[in-house]
C-alpha cells in the first residue's frame, strides 16, 4: 500500500461526490421552479422512504464485503475474495425483487401516514431502482475492497447525469402536456430508475476489464489453498455478523431524514396549517438538505476510503498504521469539510436567492448547514471504528442517536417550529459522534488536534463568520445595480470568496496547520500549501 493511498482514494471519491452532488443541487432547482416547494416535499417523501429500504435490500453489505474482499487480497486469497462477491450479488438481486415489490405495495399507506396521499405514485415510479441499485451497491464495495476508487466515483457521476436528464425532462413533459402536477412529481422520481441503469453499465465494463487485468498479471483464482471452496453457508455468516451493525451506522442519516419526512407535516399542521407545514417540509427536504449535503461530501469519501485500508492494517496487527489513518482521516474531515460549512452556512441568503425562486427558508438552510460538521466527524469515527471491528458499539451509538432525533422533535417542533426539527438533528449527530469519539479513544487512542489547536481553530472560525457575515450584508443593501438573480449571485460570490480565502489564510497565521499535517498531503498538494505559506511569512 502506497503512503497516500487514503488521500488518493479519497480524493477521487470526493470529486466525484461533488460533481454527483453538484448536478443533484442542479436538478433540484429547475424541479422547485417546475413542481414548487410543495412538489418538492412529495418528491422527497418518496426518495426518504426509498432510501431506508435500499440499505435494508443491500443490508450493509456492500461496506463488509469491502474490509472482507480488502482483507483477503492482502493475504493472496483471491478465489476467496471473489466468491464472497458472487455471494453477495446472489443476495443482491433477490433482496432487490424482494424490496420492489415491498415498496410498491406500502407506497399508499406510507403516503397517508406522512401526510400526503399523492406521494404514492412517485413512490412507485422510484420503485424499479431497487431491482438494480443493490446490486450497484455490491460492486462498488468490490471495487472499494480492492481499492479502486475510479469505478465507484465515475458511476456515481455518470448515475447523476441520467437522473438529472430524466427528471428534469419528464417533470418538464408532463406538465407540458398536461397531464397535472402528481405526475410530473412522479416523473422526476423516475430519473433515479435511469441513473440506476446507467451506473450499473459503468461498473459493468470496470469488472470485466479488471478482471482482463487481474487475467494478464497472473492472478490466481482456483482455490489450491483449501480443498474445499468456502461455503455460502460461512460466508453469509461472515458478511451478517459485520452487516448488521454497518446497516445500521449506514442508515444513521437516511433515518434521520425519513423521520423528518414522516413527522413535519403532522407535527406542524395544528400550528400552521397542513399546506404551510407541507412548504416547510419541501424547504427542508428540497433546498436545505441539498445544500447541506455538499459539505458531507469528503467525509463519505473518507468513509468509503479508509474502512478497506485500516481493516488491512488491523489485519495485519499494525496498530501504529491503524492509529496514523485515522488521526489523519479525521484531520483532514474536519479541515477541508469546514471551510464549506463556513461559505454555505454564512452565505446562505444569496445561495438560496440565486438557485431557488425566493429567500424562504435561508435561516433552516444556515442551520443544517453549520449542524455538517457534525455529522462530518459522526461518518468518518464511525467509518473507523468498523474498520477495527468495533461493530457493537456502532448498533447502540446509533439507536441512541435517533432516539434523541426523534424525541428532539417531537419536544422541540411544537416549540421552535421548523427550526426543532433542525436543532434535534444537530443534536443527534453530536450525540452519535461524542459516543463514537469515545470508543475510539478506548481502542485506539489518537489526538485530531489537540486541544491549543481547536481553540485556535473556534477562534479562526469566529472571525470568518463575522468577516463573512458582514461581507453579505453589505452586499445585500448596497449592491442592487442588477437584476435581482444576478445581485444574489454577486452577493453568493463574494461572500464565500472572502471566507475561503481567510480560511487557509488564519490556519496558517493561527498555526493550526502543521508540517507534520502537510506530510499526510500528496506531493504536488504540499508544494501548493508550502508556496501560499512561503508569501504568508512575506
Known amino acids: 500500500m502506497s503512503k497516500d493511498s487514503l488521500v488518493k482514494g479519497t480524493l477521487i471519491l470526493a470529486v466525484a461526490a461533488l460533481v454527483a452532488r453538484v448536478l443533484g443541487v442542479v436538478q433540484r432547482v429547475p424541479l422547485v421552479y417546475l413542481i414548487g416547494d410543495q412538489g418538492m416535499a412529495t418528491f422527497s417523501i418518496a426518495f426518504n422512504i426509498y432510501t431506508p429500504l435500499l440499505t435494508i435490500a443491500t443490508a450493509g453489505i456492500p461496506s463488509a464485503l469491502s474490509k472482507m474482499v480488502s482483507e483477503r487480497t492482502e493475504l493472496g486469497r483471491h478465489a476467496e475474495a471473489d466468491r464472497i462477491f458472487r455471494a453477495s450479488v446472489q443476495f443482491a438481486v433477490v433482496a432487490g425483487l424482494i424490496m420492489t415489490v415491498l415498496l410498491i405495495l406500502i407506497a399508499p399507506s406510507y403516503a397517508q401516514m406522512s401526510g400526503d396521499p399523492s406521494a404514492a405514485l412517485a413512490i412507485r415510479a422510484l420503485a424499479p431502482a431497487l431491482l438494480l441499485f443493490p446490486l450497484i451497491a455490491m460492486m462498488r464495495g468490490y471495487f472499494q475492497g480492492r481499492q479502486r476508487m475510479m469505478p465507484n466515483g465515475l458511476s456515481q457521476v455518470i448515475e447523476q447525469i441520467l ?96 423521520i423528518d419526512t414522516s413527522t413535519v407535516i403532522p407535527l406542524l399542521q395544528n400550528l400552521i396549517g397542513a399546506e404551510q407545514a407541507k412548504i416547510e417540509l419541501g424547504v427542508l427536504t428540497g433546498r436545505a438538505q441539498s445544500l447541506a449535503g455538499i459539505p458531507i461530501i469528503l467525509a463519505v ?19 501504529p498504521q491503524v492509529r496514523q489513518q485515522a488521526a489523519k482521516a479525521m484531520q483532514i474531515s474536519v479541515l477541508t469539510g469546514l471551510p464549506v460549512v463556513l461559505a454555505i452556512a454564512v452565505a446562505a ?63 422541540f417542533a411544537p416549540w421552535l417550529g421548523i427550526n426543532g426539527v433542525v436543532l434535534s438533528t444537530a443534536l443527534c449527530f453530536i450525540v452519535m459522534m461524542l459516543l463514537n469519539f469515545r470508543t475510539l479513544k478506548g481502542k485506539v487512542p489518537f489526538v485530531i488536534l489537540g486541544l491549543p489547536r481547536w481553540i485556535r481553530l473556534i477562534a479562526a472560525s469566529a472571525i470568518i463568520i463575522a468577516a463573512g457575515a458582514g461581507v453579505e450584508r453589505l452586499m445585500y443593501r448596497y449592491v442592487t445595480w ?24 488564519l490556519l496558517f497565521t493561527f498555526r493550526i496547520v502543521t508540517k507534520n499535517d502537510l506530510a499526510n498531503l500528496p506531493g504536488p498538494v504540499q508544494k501548493l500549501v508550502r508556496k501560499f505559506s512561503a508569501a504568508i511569512n512575506r
Open 301 to 319: 469519501a473518507l468513509s468509503q476510503s479508509i474502512v478497506p485500508i485500516v481493516s488491512a492494517a488491523y489485519a495485519r496487527n499494525d496498530l
Open 349 to 411: 441568503r444569496p445561495i438560496n436567492g440565486t438557485l431557488f425562486p425566493d429567500e424562504n427558508g435561508t435561516l433552516i438552510i444556515a442551520l443544517l448547514t453549520a449542524t455538517a460538521l457534525f455529522q462530518i466527524m459522526m461518518q468518518t469515527s464511525g467509518a473507523i471504528l468498523m474498520g477495527i471491528g468495533a461493530m457493537r458499539p456502532l448498533i447502540l451509538h446509533v439507536l441512541i442517536g435517533l432516539a434523541v432525533k426523534l424525541g428532539g422533535s417531537f419536544v
Open 482 to 505: 442588477f437584476p435581482a438573480k444576478l445581485d444574489y449571485f454577486l452577493n453568493a460570490a463574494v461572500t464565500c470568496l472572502v471566507v475561503i480565502a481567510l480560511y487557509p489564510l
Open 163 to 258: 437522473r438529472l436528464i430524466t427528471a428534469v425532462g419528464l417533470a418538464y413533459l408532463l406538465l407540458a402536456i398536461g397531464w397535472g402536477h402528481d405526475w410530473a412529481v412522479a416523473g422526476a422520481s423516475f430519473g433515479g430508475v435511469m441513473g440506476s441503469v446507467g451506473a450499473f453499465l459503468v461498473l459493468l465494463l470496470f469488472y470485466k476489464l479488471l478482471r482482463e487485468k487481474d487475467a494478464s498479471q497472473g492472478i490466481r483464482r482456483n482455490a489450491s489453498f483449501r480443498q474445499k471452496p468456502l461455503p455460502y453457508r460461512t460466508i453469509y455468516g461472515q458478511i451478517f455478523r459485520l452487516s448488521v451493525p454497518i446497516v445500521l451506522f449506514s442508515m444513521a442519516v437516511p433515518l434521520v431524514y425519513f
